[in-house]
């Protein structure tokens, strides 16, 4: 305990100068008097009058609002100094900080670089159509995709220092993860703490072999003995099927493929079999969530429904366990769920409904194609388990290739006025233009098909949409895409991307760098690393906490106010800093693309070599 002297109290003292006359006294007796001759309805009704201006005042006030909005919240300036939090002894701390390349003196790339080079072009043509970017900048609509980009504003920043930048990042988002969540779920980092999904270190395991691949041996020395000492499955807790298989199954299996430690395969088969519970539903088609501890399965309370992509994007990490373990079972599973799906009536052009019912084993809630959220991982596993097993399984492929056409067919528009080609939403007939984020994967799928042989039209496409989903991150004030974007297709509009409200947030999400990164390796136009430093940059200044980690902001439209979600999800590491760091690397060998096929979470798994 501390001495009486150093323990925090609060003390009042009567200053001399506060020492009251005796007219003053006089005054203030007479007001009290008069005061007590009001009724008490009277004394009501002023107190309330007082405090309904106090509160006035307050809330009209811009001073404090900006005050509080600024400091309180802790966000970013107008005037590009850094953001501050007001903390809890009223001190002013940096939340965001100068990103770490401008601090070893390297340019600053990202928005306001893009907007003056995008603008002194639009100047030197003449009569070109010009729009209006983001913070008012005028880019001529033909020097957008420009490819020309100069050696030397590639080279500037060389090729080693960017890798660093991505292990530096890696490490401060590890930094916040270790300090205040370790061994949780996900880092809190604004407040200090930690969130809890399945209470399996998820981050941690997430992040494993993103660690080896950047050559953090400490770090991950540090969180293999974590895996072997702590981690246990052993646990009366409800995990999702999906989420769980893709994190953390895929995380263990890619790991132990990495390194050859066997206790990450140990891991990986207690994992697999206790998830295993969740395929015993009247159809075979699994349920949502498993109770890993006691065996049992269930779906959400309010309906019996899954999710499409949930159940047809647990099959390469089933398959891969099968195939390391001898032990069918999991194989077996996971493709009588593709094989039912296969036969399903209510596709439309190879396209599949978001909903899959566990009794029925049926489609439900048709008439709804979308290529994002909860369909996006079906199609792209459809060719990653073709190229898994050795391009040999025929209605895999097929089924990939019909749905491609069906998203010619049926989805794909230009917008206005760049005329990018964006992926659209089909809902009972109708075409809404509204493509989420998550799309951005699906430039990347494009152009691995197309290196496994599939038609070359597929990589011309791939190449359109990544530069629709880099115009999703360059549109935007911080530079950062939005959760969901709608894109005009109306003459005469300003600019091709619009935001509704409760869109404007970023996750830190993975698939245009993911995609990026498959265009990178097999075009090797510098532009597409170009764009990835952008981005890259863009995370550093809008979303990097200065005590550690990365969060998901709310408002990608707003640089001065760009509000932190105070989490960090376990893809960040996992994934987005994973594809930047393959991004920025010339090494084709570094994870081979004709060796591995990365699961829906960035864990590559091996081509399997003698493909049964
Ligand atoms: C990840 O968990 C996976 O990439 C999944 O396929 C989609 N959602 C997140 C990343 O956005």
């Known amino acids: 305990m501390l001495p009486p002297s150093e323990r925090d109290f609060v003390s009042l003292t009567l200053s001399e100068s506060g020492s009251y006359t005796n007219g003053k006294q006089w005054r203030r007796q007479s007001c009290l008097r008069k005061w007590k001759q009001l009724s008490r309805l009277q004394r009501s009704l002023i107190l309330f009058t007082l405090m309904l201006l106090l509160v006035c005042g307050i809330v009209t006030s811009p001073t ?9 919240l802790g966000e970013n300036t107008d005037d590009g100094k850094q953001p501050f939090v007001l903390d809890l002894k009223n001190e002013y701390k940096f939340v965001l900080p100068e990103p770490p390349s401008e601090k070893k003196g390297l340019r600053r790339r990202g928005p306001p670089v893009l907007q003056s080079r995008l603008h002194s072009k639009t100047n030197a043509s003449e ?3 010009a729009v209006v970017s983001w913070r008012e900048a005028v880019i001529d609509q033909g020097q957008v995709f420009d490819t020309d980009i100069k050696e030397a504003e590639i080279q500037e920043i060389t090729h080693e220092s960017r890798l660093e930048a991505v292990r530096e990042a890696f490490r401060h988002a590890w930094k916040g993860y270790k300090d205040f969540a370790w061994g949780h779920d996900e880092l809190k980092p604004i407040s200090k703490s930690y969130a809890e999904w399945f209470g399996l270190g998820l981050t941690l395991i997430d992040a494993l072999d993103t660690m080896w691949i950047l050559g953090l041996k400490d770090e991950f020395a540090e969180a293999r003995e974590w895996v072997a000492t702590e981690l246990s499955f052993d646990k009366n807790v ?5 989420e769980s298989t893709i994190r ?21 088969k207690d994992i697999g079999s206790r998830l295993m519970p969740a395929f015993n539903t009247a159809s075979k088609i699994p349920y949502s969530d498993v109770n890993i501890g006691k065996g049992t399965a269930h779906s959400p309370q309010w309906t019996s429904d899954s999710t499409v992509a949930e159940v047809t994007s647990v099959q390469l990490e089933f ?6 373990t001898g032990d069918p079972k999991y194989k077996l599973a996971v493709m009588e769920v593709m094989n039912q799906v296969h036969k399903l009536d209510g596709k439309n052009d190879g396209l599949v409904p978001m909903f899959i019912n566990t009794n029925s084993g049926q489609f439900t809630h048709q008439g709804i194609y979308t290529l994002g959220a909860r369909a996006d991982s079906y199609y792209e596993y459809l060719l990653k388990q073709w190229i898994q097993g050795g391009k040999k399984e025929n209605d895999l492929l097929e089924d990939y290739l019909q749905a491609i056409e069906g998203v010619k067919k049926n ?9 990018l080609t964006f992926v659209g939403e089909l809902s009972h007939g109708h075409l809404s233009p509204k493509m989420d984020h998550l799309v951005c994967f699906l430039p990347g799928t494009l152009a691995l098909g197309a290196h496994h042989s599939l038609p070359a039209d597929h990589m011309e496409l791939a190449k359109e949409l990544i530069e629709t989903c880099y115009q999703m991150y360059a549109q935007m004030e911080t530079g950062l895409s939005p959760e969901i974007a709608y894109f005009n297709m109306h003459e005469g509009s300003k600019q091709d991307v619009e935001v509704k409200i409760a869109d404007r947030h970023n996750l830190l999400r993975p698939e245009t760098v993911e995609s990026l990164f498959y265009l990178y390796r097999f075009t090797k136009d510098k532009k597409y690393q170009l764009w990835g430093w952008e981005i890259l940059q863009n ?5 990097r906490v200065s005590t550690g980690g990365y969060s998901s902001i709310n408002n990608v439209r707003d640089p001065a106010y760009p509000n932190p979600r105070d989490k960090m999800e376990s893809f960040f590491l996992g994934e987005t800093l994973k594809y930047f760091y393959l991004l920025f690397s010339d090494d084709p060998d570094l994870i081979s693309l004709d060796k591995y096929v990365f699961n829906t979470e960035a864990h590559p798994l091996p081509v399997w070599p003698d493909a049964e």
């Not at 404090?64 to 309180?72: K, Q, S, V």
């Not at 790991?255 to 990986?268: C, I, Q």
């Not at 398959?319 to 390391?324: A, N």
């Not at 995370?539 to 979303?543: E, I, L, M, V």
Request: charged share 20%.
């Open 248 to 268: 953390i199954l895929g995380g263990l299996l890619s790991t132990y493929h990495l390194t050859g430690d066997s206790v990450f395969l140990e891991k990986a």
């Open 238 to 242: 409800d995990v999702n099927l999906f």
């Open 411 to 419: 989805l794909l528009r230009k917008s206005n006025p760049l005329g």
């Open 539 to 543: 995370f550093n200044k809008y979303t």
């Open 319 to 324: 398959r891969e366990l099968s195939r390391l």
């Open 64 to 72: 404090l609002i900006a005050h509080w909005r600024d400091g309180a």
């Open 127 to 129: 009569g070109g159509k």
